[in-house]
């Protein structure tokens, strides 16, 4: 949900009501662009089901096998969840159970959780045309490379494809000569997916790449083109991490345990039917027995 602050009565910066049908919530009747630039502070708290599931998943592990779990301290290079990844065996997990994720995982092999947070990031409107050259520099390591050799500080981890919000800020700060408020009003612009915003960075990007950086005009224009796609849909390293260790946490949760935490997930949704036949199926994939 997205919640306002202000400083004094809400409706000093703008009119409220009742929520449409028969909410009882008060909301702005300003959209969310609106109220930011009345002068409110918009926040935006993110409820995650799979948290529920993985607590009920630990509670049950403790219950049947009196096994304590610490879901906070978990090894990121457990084989045998990453080897579930690569089996395609993702239905359930956080972030990665769909069809065109899973296809991807299954050609990516993830090793690292590292692999499971660039995933995360670059399978968004925009990022997603990089996740084929990111599967095969992963597999071919003499295949990477960087337009500049300043990148790779902050690049390597992705095998030098260009993933979060971040890689655009360090970019334009290292190559094209930003301050760090200049780089927070490209970031904005993607963020907010404002293409007027992104139009008029433009100019002073490459600008800035020839005459900051050192780069050649066509480089420039190249590197632009590479930054582009974020203007759809970018994501910031910490909110990749943070999605990237809850999809890690089911993953080896379901790779460990798979009754239980096939059994919390049948409990989440015990009164959508057709998710519960997929999931009785899938134990039945895996060969768990649910009694």
Same mark, same amino acid.
């Given at each position: #949900?997205?919640?306002?602050?202000?400083?004094?009565?809400?409706?000093?910066?703008?009119?409220?009501?009742?929520?449409?049908?028969?909410?009882? @919530?008060?909301?702005?009747?300003?959209?969310?662009?609106?109220?930011?630039?009345?002068?409110?502070?918009?926040?935006? +708290?993110?409820?995650?089901?799979? &948290?529920?599931?993985?607590? @009920?998943?630990?509670?049950?592990?403790?219950?049947?096998?009196?096994?304590?779990?610490?879901? @906070?301290?978990?090894? !990121?290079?457990? $084989?045998?969840?990453?080897?579930?990844?690569?089996?395609?065996?993702?239905?359930?997990? +956080?972030?990665?159970?769909?069809?065109?994720?899973?296809?991807?995982?299954?050609?990516?092999?993830?090793?690292?959780?590292?692999?499971?947070?660039?995933?995360?990031?670059? !399978?968004?409107?925009? %990022?997603?045309? #990089?996740?084929?050259?990111?599967?095969?520099? $992963?597999?071919?390591?003499?295949?990477?490379?960087?337009?500049?050799?300043?990148?790779?500080?902050?690049?390597?981890?992705?095998?030098?494809?260009?993933?979060?919000?971040?890689?655009?800020?360090?970019?334009?700060?290292?190559?094209?000569?930003? @301050?760090?408020?200049?780089?927070?009003?490209?970031?904005? #612009?993607?963020?907010?997916?404002? %293409?007027?915003?992104? #139009?008029?960075?433009?100019?002073?990007?490459?600008?800035?790449?020839?005459?900051?950086?050192?780069?050649? %005009?066509?480089?420039?224009?190249?590197?632009?083109?590479?930054?582009?796609?974020?203007?759809?849909?970018? +994501?910031?390293?910490?909110?990749?991490?943070?999605?990237?260790?809850?999809?890690?946490?089911?993953?080896?949760?379901?790779?460990?345990?798979?009754?239980? !935490?096939?059994?919390?997930? &049948?409990?989440?949704?015990?009164?959508?039917?057709?998710?519960?036949?997929?999931?009785?199926?899938?134990?039945?994939?895996?060969?768990?027995? &649910?009694?």
């Amino acid at each position: #949900a997205g919640v306002v602050i202000a400083p004094t009565e809400l409706t000093d910066f703008t009119p409220l009501q009742r929520e449409t049908g028969s909410g009882e @919530n008060v909301i702005t009747q300003y959209e969310m662009h609106a109220v930011e630039e009345a002068g409110l502070v918009k926040m935006d +708290f993110l409820g995650i089901r799979n &948290l529920s599931i993985l607590g @009920n998943a630990v509670h049950l592990v403790k219950q049947t096998k009196d096994i304590d779990v610490d879901i @906070n301290d978990l090894p !990121f290079d457990d $084989k045998k969840t990453f080897e579930l990844l690569a089996k395609g065996q993702t239905m359930g997990m +956080f972030q990665l159970g769909g069809s065109g994720m899973t296809r991807y995982l299954v050609e990516l092999k993830p090793t690292k959780v590292t692999d499971i947070m660039a995933m995360v990031a670059l !399978f968004r409107p925009g %990022p997603m045309e #990089a996740i084929p050259e990111f599967i095969e520099r $992963k597999h071919n390591p003499e295949k990477i490379e960087y337009l500049d050799p300043r990148m790779k500080k902050f690049l390597e981890d992705s095998y030098g494809i260009i993933t979060y919000q971040d890689d655009i800020l360090y970019i334009s700060i290292e190559i094209a000569g930003y @301050n760090w408020e200049e780089a927070d009003k490209l970031r904005k #612009a993607m963020g907010k997916k404002i %293409p007027a915003e992104m #139009a008029a960075q433009k100019d002073k990007f490459l600008k800035g790449c020839v005459e900051h950086g050192n780069l050649s %005009p066509e480089k420039a224009d190249t590197l632009w083109k590479l930054i582009e796609p974020f203007a759809a849909y970018g +994501f910031g390293r910490a909110h990749a991490a943070s999605y990237g260790i809850v999809a890690f946490q089911t993953a080896y949760m379901k790779a460990h345990f798979p009754a239980e !935490f096939m059994a919390a997930l &049948l409990s989440s949704d015990m009164d959508k039917t057709d998710k519960v036949i997929n999931f009785v199926m899938e134990c039945k994939r895996m060969g768990v027995t &649910l009694l």
